[in-house]
């Protein structure tokens, strides 16, 4: 059974900077796609970066030379490094897998309903 946990959130101020992991289980973690998306309340899920299975990345405009996704195979982890903060970054984090989803489909503004496994979610909470 796959399992994707995530860690790593909190609060924070504007500026401040926070790393998501998100652990897998139950797969060799040779996932075609890996996200991160977020949810802020009365939003919907959004995309906010990618990384496909060799390695290409891909991030929405909003956090663009401020998020960093990565993974580390053997770990079994992807990671989101997150700096420069902003209030409106603040939301629910998941990070998401796929294994259909070829690297030009790859990209955070796929729709989450296209990838099959996801954690459970870590708050994010960026204060003024």
């Known amino acids: 059974q796959v399992q994707l946990v995530e860690s790593g959130g909190g609060s924070v101020q504007s500026g401040g900077s926070l790393t998501l992991s998100c652990a897998a289980s139950?797969?060799?973690?040779?996932?075609?796609?890996l996200a991160w998306f977020r949810q802020a309340p009365g939003k919907e899920r959004e995309g906010v970066a990618t990384i496909a299975l060799t390695g290409p990345t891909s991030y929405a405009d909003s956090v663009k030379g401020r998020f960093t996704i990565s993974k580390d195979n053997a770990k079994k982890t992807l990671y989101l490094q997150m700096d420069n903060l902003k209030p409106e970054d603040s939301a629910m984090y998941y990070c998401?897998?796929?294994?259909?989803?070829?690297?030009?489909?790859?990209?955070?503004?796929?729709?989450?309903?296209?990838?099959?496994?996801w954690g459970q979610g870590t708050q994010v909470t960026v204060s003024s």
């Open positions: 998401a897998a796929d294994n259909y989803l070829g690297s030009s489909r790859c990209k955070p503004s796929t729709n989450a309903s296209r990838f099959d496994n």
């Open positions: 139950g797969y060799d973690f040779s996932w075609f796609c």
